[in-house]
């Protein structure tokens, strides 16, 4: 089972990306008419209203973007403050209600700060992180409770997340959280290490020993890899790859009337701002793309 924690810098997630710049780079060119993209802002707060989770974060932070580019200031202020309404309000309800839903949150909101970074709307890291601030310690608590578990399967399971939730907090670059999870982590391992020896079966014994071994080694090997991929070398690392691929995304968009997807089949692109832009959705036109966001249990495409 794949941890919903894993670091984001690998081939599908940077043509996720690609998709998003080209889209939000073509909502700019295709709404020259301020006039369209305040429309597009009134739909994305409609969406706002009928909504419950981080979706229409993610289109106002396009919105916010191609304001940017336009030169639209009330348009960019307007995406702004929605889009802090709706992370402040997400993270109050999760801190009061639901705390297994705030683990995929958690990630959600690595990767916004990692969007915003690389399109240079740094106006919502302090929003993103005090949302962060607020779930991350309610999340750590969480798995650490199961990582004393009885049982061993699922306690290699939440150790396992104890050290991807650290990776996490890592590429976000917030220091007391990495502190906070990395605490949680080896006290939890530490115990199970423990525990793991006074295993009276031999087998049982060393199979123990040798998976808390494993889990420490992944551990080691995707914080050091979050460290050296902080949300703002990875924002950097993707304007660079946009730059280079903006000739051939907009060659594409030209010839199909929407940005080359080619490259991000059976990823999970976290945008849908092309939707409420008069832009055809993307979901739309790739129907397997929408099905495998879906599938993943992160459903900002609209389709």
Known sequence: MTSPFAPALHVGWIAAFLVFAATTNAIAQNTPDPQALRGALDAALEQVKAGTGLDASYELLGIASSAKMQRLPDVEKRALNAFEGVVTAVAATLQQSDVQAAHDIVD???????????????????VVDKALLQL?????????????????????E??????????????ADIPSLVTLVHNAYEASISK??????????????????????????????????????????????????TNSENDDASAASDETGGPDTSTAESTCVEI????????????????????????????????
């Open 108 to 126: 959600q909101l690595v990767d916004l700060k990692i969007f915003a970074a690389a399109n240079d709307v740094n106006e919502i890291q302090p």
């Open 136 to 156: 991350v310690p309610l999340v750590t608590e969480d798995i650490a409770s199961a990582a004393g578990s009885n049982a061993w399967e699922q306690r290699f």
């Open 158 to 171: 939440s150790l396992g997340n104890l050290g991807d939730l650290e990776a996490a907090v890592e590429q």
């Open 192 to 241: 199970a290490t423990d525990d793991a020896a006074r295993e009276p079966e031999s087998g049982l014994r060393a199979a123990n020993a040798d998976m808390i071994s494993a889990i420490r080694q992944t551990h080691d090997e995707r914080v050091a890899d979050a460290r050296a991929s902080r949300f703002a070398t990875v924002a950097e690392h993707l304007r660079a790859d």
């Open 272 to 303: 849908a701002v092309a939707a409420a832009n008069g832009v055809q959705s993307i979901g739309a036109r790739f129907p397997q793309l929408a099905s495998d966001c879906r599938s993943s249990g992160r459903v900002p495409l609209r389709g």
